[in-house]
T-cell receptor, first 111, second 114 residues
């Protein structure tokens, strides 16, 4: 079992650009959540996808959007990047009544 | 809404000494509680979880935690730490509805000294 896999592991973008991060959930999991972890902080919930729909959303602007595919994999898109979007982005997968399993994260640096 | 407070941002401790990392939570609904560990440049690894039942929960690597509903606490303990336990530890809460939206604390950096 490969667990939760995220790609890419690192990337550097310029202010104003757009970025797409990808996540493959653990086998058997149907729910994907995304978190933003700024340096020295705890992860902050961005949103959660289930059955290809956004089920819950945290306090993030509309520049942050996502998608879930029929195979349960997911993408996180961020438009009009700001310097403050620099963070580790974590994907977590779960299914009803199981805890979440986290991927290794994507380190995004906005310059 | 839920919130989590980790009272100590950093905890230095000597190798083979005991350690306690404190976590308090606030919630208007029933909750599940978790402790995760994060090593540098890594994701989060689950140490232990409280869903229901016994309030003393045992996890991996010799860690345990006790759920105290009256004090809304879920402190993490280890009787004897190793250098390899040096990492960031996060307490998290989610509602018991099963959707697993986690609210995390700000983390406690455990530094084990030789």
């Amino acid at each position: 079992d490969a667990g939760v896999t995220q790609s890419p592991t690192h990337l550097i973008k310029t202010r104003g650009q757009q970025v797409t991060l990808r996540c493959s959930p653990k086998s058997g999991h149907d729910t994907v959540s995304w978190y933003q972890q700024a340096l020295g902080q705890g992860p902050q919930f961005i949103f959660q996808y289930y059955e290809e729909e956004e089920r819950q959303r945290g306090n993030f602007p509309d520049r942050f959007s996502g998608h879930q595919f029929p195979n349960y994999s997911s993408e996180l898109n961020v438009n009009a990047l700001l310097l403050g979007d620099s963070a580790l982005y974590l994907c977590a997968s779960s299914r009803m009544n199981t805890e979440a399993f986290f991927g290794q994260g994507t380190r995004l640096t906005v310059v | 809404a839920q919130s989590v407070t980790q009272l100590d941002s950093q905890v230095p401790v000597f190798e083979e000494a005991p350690v306690e990392l404190r976590c308090n939570y606030s919630s208007s609904v029933s909750v599940y509680l978790f402790w995760y560990v994060q090593y540098p440049n890594q994701g989060l690894q689950l140490l232990l979880k409280y869903l229901s039942g016994s309030t003393l929960v045992k996890g991996i690597n010799g860690f345990e935690a006790e759920f105290n509903k009256s004090q809304t606490s879920f402190h993490l303990r280890k009787p004897s730490v190793h250098i390899s336990d040096t990492a960031e530890y996060f307490c998290a809460v989610s509602s018991s509805s099963g959707t697993y939206k986690y609210i995390f604390g700000t983390g406690t950096r455990l530094k084990v000294l030789a």
